[in-house]
């Protein structure tokens, strides 16, 4: 509909409180938890829209778990705010928990209580607990959904740590939530098991569910995220979409067992040499190929250059 030709209607929608900003699922602003000297998370600003599969990467003690604690209003924030589902943490707690499924540092369960019997306990341990004839179907499904047998009565004291894995996160699926909050969901899975769960994230992902993660593994969030944020030492040093990360850096790789010679043809046009392997400032590949041959270069490869996400984290945390 034009506005403009509905002046009293755009009247009328301007007298309206903002709805919550939902299309960001999660906002921070300089969000900041210091531990005596130590900033823990040191004034970050992340910014997460509906739909995105965010990972959050970082090596270890950069301050990955700490911030997903602000975020569930587990740990105060030192200052700075965050906000989750359009609600300011943690004083809408009660409003935002239970859309939001979380999955954080090994997941705690009753060792001698069977996997379904420690989700039917999960269940009814909380405020929004299923209706009593949905919570049994609604088990089973969480179960298999995860891979594990709804069948299997075995305590969890017998499971691995791969399937304890899939407990936590069938506990966190059982509400079906809004957004998934995951701390290195993939801890302790075989190659398959970590297959399988991404495979599962995504189709949740793609039914809805919004997704941050966060790993110390370059490898699954180049698989899985559409968005990726990096903390070095607490900062936040890269937030920004996967595609735009890794397309092309308007540079051409050449790969030719030549280089010095390749080196010298090209002079200032080179941008760069990494081994074998020569970065040229080329609009056109196909004529820079010809060139090269014609000069009696081996060529064994050329393409547009493209970083991959490991060089992209790497001068990220470069920076200043
Ligand atoms: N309760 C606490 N008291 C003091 N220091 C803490 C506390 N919690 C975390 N830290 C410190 O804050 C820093 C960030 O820790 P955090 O656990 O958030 O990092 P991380 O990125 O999740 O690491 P990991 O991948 O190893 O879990 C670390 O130096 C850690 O030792």
Redesign the pocket.
């Known amino acids: 509909m034009n506005v403009r030709s509905s002046g009293a209607r755009a009247e009328l929608v301007e007298q309206l409180p903002p709805p919550p900003d939902e299309a960001v699922v999660i906002r921070t602003r300089g969000l900041t938890?210091r531990?005596?000297e130590?900033r823990?998370?040191d004034g970050i600003d992340l910014e997460v829209g509906r739909g995105a599969v965010y990972g959050f990467l970082?090596?270890?003690?950069?301050?990955?778990?700490?911030?997903?604690?602000m975020l569930l209003g587990l740990?105060l924030p030192t200052s700075g705010t965050a906000e989750v589902l359009g609600r300011p943490m943690p004083a809408g707690r009660a409003e935002v928990l239970p859309r939001v499924g979380a999955l954080i540092?090994g997941p705690g369960a009753y060792p001698h209580l069977s996997g379904r019997a420690n989700l039917a306990l999960l269940d009814a341990s909380g405020a929004d607990r299923l209706p009593r004839r949905s919570r049994h179907p609604r088990i089973t499904e969480v179960l298999a959904e995860v891979g594990l047998d709804p069948a299997d009565r075995r305590p969890t004291r017998a499971y691995s740590l791969g399937m304890r894995q899939r407990l936590g996160l069938a506990a966190a699926l059982v509400r079906r939530p809004d957004l998934l909050v995951l701390?290195?969901p993939t801890n302790g899975l075989d190659p398959q098991g970590i297959q399988e769960i991404r495979e599962l994230l995504l189709r949740l992902n793609a039914a809805g569910t919004t997704i941050f993660l966060?790993s110390?593994l370059l490898a699954e969030i180049e698989q899985m995220c559409s968005h990726v944020g990096v903390?070095d030492r607490?900062r936040l040093v890269l937030q920004e979409r996967l595609d735009v990360l890794l397309r092309p850096t308007g540079l051409v790789a050449v790969r030719t067992p030549d280089v010095q010679r390749a080196t010298e043809l090209l002079g200032s046009a080179v941008a760069g040499v990494e081994a074998d392997r020569l970065l040229v400032r080329a609009l056109d590949a196909a004529g820079l190929n010809a060139h090269l041959v014609a000069a009696g270069l081996r060529v064994a490869e050329l393409g547009p250059h493209r970083r991959d996400l490991e060089q992209v984290v790497l001068e990220a945390g470069r920076l200043p």
């Open positions: 938890k531990y005596g130590l823990a998370v970082g090596a270890n003690g950069s301050g990955k778990t700490t911030t997903v604690r740990v540092e701390d290195e966060s110390h903390l607490g």
